[in-house]
């Protein structure tokens, strides 16, 4: 059975179409009369899902062709069962009628489960992802590096790097400058010269000890300042973003894992509801659906 998260679930509109194209479950039938082929590419109990919907759908969630596709059957499935629970409705009726009687049916058999939840498996869960609710502060660098190798006279690199520094410290952007230093002659060096950006260490991170030392001797981003000798040569090192440290409180974190372990037992019901339905509704999925949703217009940027 397809997956669809609990949100979108509670956030259905009118499925599988608009009012004005007829698409979607209209009303009271009990089944459509609708079949798979040209742009219909689905049907669930004989309602019909169009190329057309698919490619709505796959761009207004930003989500590929294929899940919106899932996700329309299953939002199909949805509103037929709540509109049959309800007897059967008007055939007019709107999408927010249809809304409606799908979060009534949700309301019934999803956000009513009892939710049992034990607080020493909550402490436990906490404890064994103390990690995941604090992290240490990590900083980005970018650094323009003459590497010396070990028992080399270094002379030339440090000179060479101290020069690269005061461009760096003189110029309107320095990292725009850093990493211009990739575009010059650099050949005609008697040492090799390396320019990166560096994703965000933390204070432990398994890195050379002095680099770690000036990323973190600042107070604020910009350029260490002074050049930096480490194991593999002279530096030039720029901060280029800090992420603060984050810290969250025990009982902060406990709320979280008990608002996800609430919603880990609503998903559960909700795919046994969705399973339920789908027992006893007869979809069909054209089987040519791969070529189908492979169309540029359905591949394409979200825009």
Request: proline share 6%; charged share 30%.
């Amino acid at each position: 059975m397809r997956r669809l998260g609990l949100v979108a679930a509670l956030g259905l509109v009118a499925c599988a179409g608009g009012e004005s194209d007829g698409a979607g479950p209209r009303g009271p039938r009990a089944r459509g009369a609708d079949r798979v082929g040209g742009e219909v590419v689905a049907t669930v109990d004989g309602h019909p899902i169009r190329r057309a919907d698919v490619e709505h759908a796959a761009r207004t969630a930003g989500v590929p062709p294929r899940v919106a596709l899932e996700r329309l059957i299953d939002e199909t499935l949805l509103t037929l069962a709540a509109e049959r629970e309800a007897g059967g409705r008007d055939a007019e009726a709107d999408g927010a009628a249809r809304q409606a009687l799908v979060q009534a049916l949700l309301a019934r058999s999803v956000e009513a489960t009892p939710v049992e939840i034990d607080p020493a498996a909550l402490e436990q869960a906490y404890d064994a992802n103390r990690g995941r609710f604090d992290a240490p502060e990590r900083r980005r660098s970018a650094h323009v590096l003459a590497r010396v190798p070990e028992g080399a006279d270094d002379a030339d690199a440090a000179a060479w790097i101290a020069e690269v520094h005061r461009e760096l410290r003189e110029a309107a952007d320095p990292l725009a400058a850093l990493l211009a230093v990739r575009r010059r002659p650099l050949e005609a060096l008697g040492f090799e010269v390396l320019v990166q950006e560096i994703a965000a260490l933390g204070r432990d991170a398994e890195t050379d000890a002095a680099y770690l030392d000036a990323l973190f001797a600042r107070e604020s981003s910009g350029l260490v300042p002074a050049p930096v000798r480490t194991s593999m040569g002279w530096h030039a090192i720029l901060v280029t973003g800090i992420e603060p440290a984050r810290t969250t409180t025990r009982e902060e974190a406990l709320e979280t894992l008990r608002g996800e372990r609430e919603a880990e037992v609503r998903y559960g019901a909700l795919a046994r509801l969705l399973a339920e339905i789908a027992a006893r509704t007869t979809v069909y999925v054209d089987p040519e659906i791969g070529v189908l949703l492979a169309h540029p217009a359905l591949d394409g940027p979200a825009p």
